[in-house]
T-cell receptor, first 118, second 115 residues
Framework: DAGVIQSPRHEVTEMGQEVTLRCKPISGHNSLFWYRQTMMRGLELLIYFNNNVPIDDSGMPEDRFSAKMPNASFSTLKIQPSEPRDSAVYFC????????????????FGQGTRLTVV | AQSVSQHNHHVILSEAASLELGCNYSYGGTVNLFWYVQYPGQHLQLLLKYFSGDPLVKGIKGFEAEFIKSKFSFNLRKPSVQWSDTAEYFCAVNLYGGSQGNLIFGKGTKLSVKP
């Protein structure tokens, strides 16, 4: 398996523009997570899905952020409108388990998308 | 709120020195514990994990960690570091019975190994 695949790897956009980040989890994994990494706040869980259903989105910072998982092999994280403080590396991760980080599984991370909003 | 603390922000060692990175968590219940490593410009990779059993866990590349429940700690160790161990190391905790999926990460410790 190619692992968790994220695109794009780098994104530079102007403030106010819409940004869409994409993630393809490992085939067969039924849990998908979006994390944001910044120097100030470290790694933060934004949202996670189990069997394509959003389970916990309490980490989504604002209504400008939205995430979807239309099927088991694809998820998007959208920021509209984007702001400079959204600049960060966004990681997608997936795991196999009946619910979230199941009791005996670990998460596999994608390469991340480095977002810069100018 | 539950949290994970990594005591050192940046550790600088010479090759062959011994390494110990501290990790403490604040949660009284049952936990799963992980150490992830992030090499420069790369994604996070699992180094080792503890679910149950022997509290001394051996991972890849000669790393090990010891779970001390009474101290709420899961420190990472390596007897002799190499230049290639230069990376950022993240401790993470998954809380049994907590919000499923919320793998809580520490802020990370950057390790620089001088050749």
């Amino acid at each position: 398996d190619a692992g968790v695949i994220q695109s794009p790897r780098h994104e530079v956009t102007e403030m106010g523009q819409e940004v869409t980040l994409r993630c393809k989890p490992i085939s067969g994994h039924n849990s998908l997570f979006w994390y944001r990494q910044t120097m100030m706040r470290g790694l933060e869980l934004l949202i996670y899905f189990n069997n394509n259903v959003p389970i916990d989105d309490s980490g989504m910072p604002e209504d400008r952020f939205s995430a979807k998982m239309p099927n088991a092999s694809f998820s998007t994280l959208k920021i509209q409108p984007s702001e400079p403080r959204d600049s960060a590396v966004y990681f997608c991760a997936s795991s196999l388990g009946p619910g979230g980080f199941s009791w005996n599984t670990e998460a596999f991370f994608g390469q991340g998308t480095r977002l810069t909003v100018v | 709120a539950q949290s994970v603390s990594q005591h050192n922000h940046h550790v600088i060692l010479s090759e062959a020195a011994s390494l110990e990175l501290g990790c403490n968590y604040s949660y009284g219940g049952t936990v799963n514990l992980f150490w992830y490593v992030q090499y420069p410009g790369q994604h996070l990779q699992l180094l080792l994990k503890y679910f149950s059993g022997d509290p001394l866990v051996k991972g890849i590349k000669g790393f090990e960690a010891e779970f001390i429940k009474s101290k709420f700690s899961f420190n990472l160790r390596k007897p002799s570091v190499q230049w290639s161990d230069t990376a950022e190391y993240f401790c993470a905790v998954n809380l049994y019975g907590g919000s499923q999926g919320n793998l809580i990460f520490g802020k990370g410790t950057k390790l620089s190994v001088k050749p």
